[in-house]
């Protein structure tokens, strides 16, 4: 069996990273949605909490294992939902409340660029070599062309918000790296999904109950529940279930085209 990043993609295959950059892309347009009336901390909490339960009664309607007991594959999966879920998601949707979201989903696209270093300082087996260097000052050359030299005059709220979205960069980064510590601990790649989810979702809760006080917000319109309800179950459960699939099939290589394609959906559905 050839190794995964020598994998080559079918025609399918193509359709479901398709598809995956509209779910991933989509997550950005119902995310403005959203924010226009739900706190960002509260909406982190809704999607991935509602994503946690539609994978867990996915796993268990397939009879898939259900997340792990053991404590230590706990500690990771805490970890791995913070990095992954809890600070990215709670940076880009401040971020919404401020830039739009094609803007917001173009800076996420540095999240290569943040990998390539971490994995050069963190592992041994990927070192930064010229090429890749190359490749990421003409990646960061990019960012600053779409940030503007405008941002350097004064931190405003938008400048604040690029910032925002290049850390939630940063941090999706941080967990690719982290992340190779799950294949450790014995977890199928849905259980780890679910369970950095379940995880996120109790990061989450004490945080919402005494920051937002949820209790005391309007309930929201047709319009935001229904945003909520794609963004957790579509741009969340559903893109995990792909993601995993397409990892499987067509390897890691073959699926980081996926972060190019994730601006031109988000741009399409915002304009």
Same mark, same amino acid.
């Given at each position: 069996m050839p190794a995964p990043s020598s994998l080559s993609m079918s025609g399918r295959e193509w359709l479901l990273l398709a598809a995956l950059s509209g779910l991933w892309g989509g997550s950005f347009f119902f995310a403005k949605i959203a924010v226009a009336a739900l706190p960002p901390l509260t909406l982190v909490l809704l999607r991935v909490g509602v994503a946690a339960l539609a994978l867990m009664a996915f796993m268990a309607a397939t009879e898939r294992r259900l997340p792990p007991r053991e404590a230590r594959a706990w500690l990771h999966l805490v970890a791995m939902g913070a990095i992954n879920n809890v600070v990215p998601f709670g940076l880009i949707f401040w971020a919404q409340t401020h830039i739009a979201s094609g803007l917001a989903a173009i800076l996420n696209a540095a999240t290569?660029?943040? /990998?390539?270093?971490?994995?050069?300082?963190?592992?041994?087996?990927?070192?930064? #070599?010229?090429?890749?260097?190359?490749?990421?000052?003409?990646?960061?050359?990019?960012?600053? *062309?779409?940030?503007?030299?405008? @941002?350097? @005059?004064?931190?405003?709220?938008? @400048?604040?918000?690029?910032? *925002?979205?290049?850390?939630?960069?940063?941090?999706?980064?941080?967990?690719?790296?982290?992340?190779?510590?799950?294949?450790?601990?014995?977890? /199928?790649?849905?259980?780890?999904?679910?369970?950095?989810?379940?995880?996120? #979702?109790?990061?989450?809760?004490?945080?919402?109950?005494?920051?937002?006080?949820?209790? /005391?917000?309007?309930?929201?319109?047709? /319009?935001?529940?229904? @945003?909520?309800?794609?963004?957790?179950?579509?741009? #969340?459960?559903?893109?995990?279930?792909?993601?995993?699939?397409?990892?499987a099939t067509a390897g890691a290589v073959n699926l980081l085209l996926v972060t190019l394609l994730i601006p031109v959906s988000a741009l399409l559905l915002g304009a």
């Open positions: 290569p660029l943040f /990998t390539v270093l971490l994995a050069h300082g963190l592992t041994r087996d990927e070192p930064l #070599t010229a090429a890749r260097a190359a490749g990421v000052l003409l990646g960061f050359g990019g960012v600053v *062309a779409v940030v503007g030299p405008q @941002a350097l @005059a004064g931190f405003d709220a938008h @400048a604040l918000a690029a910032l *925002a979205c290049l850390g939630a960069a940063l941090s999706y980064a941080g967990a690719g790296v982290f992340g190779r510590r799950l294949s450790g601990l014995g977890l /199928t790649p849905m259980a780890a999904a679910a369970g950095q989810l379940g995880a996120s #979702t109790l990061i989450m809760l004490p945080i919402v109950l005494v920051h937002d006080r949820p209790w /005391t917000l309007a309930w929201p319109d047709a /319009t935001v529940v229904g @945003a909520v309800i794609a963004l957790a179950l579509g741009s #969340t459960a559903l893109a995990y279930v792909i993601y995993f699939r397409l990892l």
